[in-house]
């Protein structure tokens, strides 16, 4: 399995729950395939300096997710069959990238610390 996020632009003229009915269309395909979500940041409308698909505006939504690599494939063909996603794209996520919450890589004591010894170099 990898982790992947889905980037995806949904018509304007949808409605909260076409757009939620999405978000669910999504999760079921990737769990059918035996996927994972991992996390849904809800849709935002957005206006875009390019138009896309002859629209200046749509809602812009992103999905996290696992998968078998085979399978993003088929992820692809049915969101091309979706005829309000109007643009999407999928990323493959490094191992610690957004997945995981990292913790500091040094305690502020530490840093304290260090800042203290350059500053007495320096005298």
């Given at each position: 399995m990898k982790r992947y996020e889905l980037t995806f632009l949904i018509a304007?003229?949808?409605?909260?729950?076409?757009?939620?009915?999405?978000?669910?269309?999504?999760?079921?395909?990737?769990?059918?395939?035996?996927?994972?979500?991992?996390?849904?940041?809800?849709?935002?409308?957005?206006?875009?300096?390019?138009?896309?698909?002859?629209?200046?505006?749509?809602?812009?939504?992103?999905?996290?997710?696992?998968?078998?690599?085979?399978?993003?494939?088929?992820l692809k063909q049915f969101l091309e069959g979706e005829k309000n996603i109007i643009r999407h794209i999928i990323v493959k996520k490094k191992e610690n990238a957004i997945f995981k919450k990292s913790s500091p890589k040094a305690e502020l004591k530490e840093i304290d610390k260090k800042i203290d010894e350059i500053l007495k170099i320096g005298e």
């Open positions: 304007p003229e949808t409605s909260e729950e076409e757009r939620e009915g999405y978000f669910q269309k999504i999760s079921e395909f990737i769990t059918k395939e035996d996927g994972t979500i991992e996390e849904i940041k809800k849709p935002i409308r957005k206006r875009m300096g390019v138009a896309v698909s002859e629209r200046k505006e749509a809602f812009l939504a992103t999905l996290f997710f696992t998968l078998n690599p085979e399978k993003t494939e088929k």
